[in-house]
């Protein structure tokens, strides 16, 4: 079992940045290719970016390509998205997800933090 808490989501203006934190319990992080996820208002959950297990390996949606950078820590069994940049299309909830399905269907999310972008 595998728990997920996000934090440092809030309200920016456009061009601003904020930083995404999710904590993992569990002693198997590691073995999990952790993501994030977004869903704003009226819209289907859309992936995000993602960073595998084993060797770092990172991925991103072609819309946040160059502005976000997903990394994570297992020592401190944490994942991060650093958010540059930052548009009003980008508001959304943010998810945290870990997956060991090949993101067929993720094994764990997060509760979810929000993001608001102002113009």
């Known amino acids: 079992q595998v728990q997920l808490v996000e934090s440092g989501g809030g309200l920016v203006q456009a061009g601003g940045s904020l930083r995404l934190s999710c904590a993992a319990s569990?002693?198997?992080?590691?073995?999990?290719?952790m993501g994030w996820f977004r869903q704003a208002p009226g819209k289907e959950r859309e992936f995000v970016a993602a960073v595998s297990g084993s060797d770092g390996s990172t991925y991103y949606a072609d819309s946040v390509k160059g502005r976000f950078t997903v990394s994570r820590d297992n020592a401190k069994n944490s994942v991060y998205q650093q958010m540059n940049s930052l548009k009003p299309e980008d508001t959304a909830v943010y998810y945290c997800a870990a997956d060991n399905t090949g993101w067929v269907r993720p094994n764990y999310w997060g509760q979810g933090t929000q993001v608001t972008v102002s113009s």
């Open positions: 569990g002693r198997t992080f590691s073995r999990y290719a």
